[in-house]
Each structure stands twice: as C-alpha cells, then as structure tokens.
C-alpha cells in the first residue's frame, strides 16, 4: 500500500457583492458542500476545512496594513480543504465534485510541504 501524502484543495471564485441568493439557492449550496465534503469524510481522506470570510486584512512587507482582502484577477480565496491522498491524481479527482466549479470558480490542488523539518 502507498504512504498517504497530505495535500490542500484551495477554492477561488469571482464574488458578486451585488447578487443575493434565495433561501432556497443557500440551502442547495450548502448541501452540495455537505455532500462534496461528506463523500471526502466517509473515505476517511478528509483532514480538515475551512471557509473563508469577506472580514480580512493584509500586511505588507514594510509593515503597511490593508484592511480588505486579497482579490487577484478578480478572484477571492473562499476557502480550503487538507486531504490525504495516495497522488495529486486521486485528489484530482475528488476535486472534479466540487461546487465550486459549478459557478465558475476553480479548485488549485497543492502538495503540503512541512514548514519546519
């Protein structure tokens, strides 16, 4: 059997401040993750997640602080999930469910590297 790596799925989407989902499309949302997040659980390959607020600040080098988050090419981070897989193909995979994609955003897969050794 292969040694498990870990590895994080970072969710990017281009927020629309100005669109206000339904009840109903916040519930279909939130059970599509549930679902998404659930099958990655039941596998026991499920190590952790988070979402991301719109409440941030950056701090900058020179120690200038920003209070707003980072929007890149009109994309925000939203959020992320740690997983263990055998390869980046297997979590490829596991990725290709996400909700994300759905409406447009992206799912970046990276391998996780200890900060300190």
């Not at 039941?42 to 952790?48: A, F, G, Q, S, T």
């Not at 925000?76 to 909700?99: H, W």
Request: glycine share 6%; proline share 4%.
């Amino acid at each position: 059997m292969k040694k498990e790596h870990y590895f994080m799925m970072l969710f990017r989407y281009i927020p629309d401040f100005e669109y206000q989902p339904t009840l109903q499309e916040q519930a279909d949302i939130k059970e599509q993750w549930g679902t998404f997040i659930g099958t990655i659980a039941i596998k026991e390959k499920l190590v952790h997640t988070y979402q991301l607020g719109f409440e941030g600040r950056q701090l900058m080098p020179d120690q200038q602080l920003s209070n707003e988050i980072l929007i890149h090419q009109k994309q925000t981070l939203s959020g992320t999930m740690t997983v263990k897989a055998n390869s980046i193909e297997e979590v490829t995979e596991m990725a290709k469910s996400c909700p994300i994609l759905k409406i447009g955003g992206t799912v970046e897969i990276r391998t996780i590297l200890p900060m300190i050794s």
